[in-house]
């Protein structure tokens, strides 16, 4: 005999055991942790020395411009205007690296520990899931798991990731100020 309906709390357990089952094992947690640490202060330290390197072409296309322009300035015509155009050059040269520079500064501002968060979000989800609003619990059931069918009153799961659906995970944990 198949029920006409499943309690809400019948569901919300197998979710629950289903997310439990995500959780990796401590000492694989901790090796993946440190892993993305690593390669997070690698990536930093590659865009520092970056951002160093642009700073300092940057001073020297800057010094070469207003050289150019001292000359540009103390000189007759055609120098002046081959002056000038080297002038010119330089500056968009220069616009350039100052474009690099801010996208550089730009993403080592931006959060870029992305795999970690969901890393540790997997972790705890299950003790999260039970607080959220059913309309939160639905969200993170649809961005968890890939295909998900009720058969009789059993949940039939195939479990799979999807970065970008535990990122909106992420940022419904963040709009609640339970992830930080």
């Given amino acids: 005999v198949r029920p006409s309906w499943v309690p809400e709390?019948?569901?919300?357990?197998?979710?629950?055991d289903m997310l439990d089952r995500l959780i990796l094992p401590k000492e694989i947690?901790?090796?993946?942790l440190a892993y993305l640490k690593n390669i997070l202060e690698r990536d930093v330290d590659?865009?520092?020395q970056e951002l160093r390197n642009l700073k300092k072409r940057a001073t020297d296309a800057q010094a070469t411009l207003d050289t150019l322009l001292l000359k540009a300035a103390q000189t007759k015509d055609n120098?002046?205007?081959?002056f000038l155009r080297l002038a010119r050059q330089k500056q968009r040269e220069l616009?350039?690296?100052q474009q690099r520079t801010v996208q550089i500064a730009a993403g080592r501002q931006?959060?870029?520990s992305d795999a970690a968060e969901i890393l540790e979000?997997?972790?705890r989800?299950?003790?999260?899931y039970v607080v959220f609003s059913p309309a939160q619990k639905r969200q993170v059931v649809d961005s968890v798991f890939l295909n998900l069918r009720l058969d009789t009153v059993n949940l039939v799961v195939s479990t799979g990731y999807r970065s970008q659906s535990l990122r909106k995970i992420m940022v419904v944990l963040s709009s609640r100020g339970d992830w930080t």
């Fill in 29 to 32: 947690y901790d090796w993946a």
């Fill in 121 to 123: 979000l997997a972790q």
């Fill in 95 to 97: 616009a350039l690296l």
């Fill in 9 to 16: 709390s019948v569901i919300e357990s197998q979710v629950t």
């Fill in 79 to 82: 120098l002046a205007e081959e």
């Fill in 125 to 128: 989800l299950s003790q999260q």
């Fill in 110 to 112: 931006e959060n870029n």
């Fill in 46 to 48: 590659d865009a520092e």
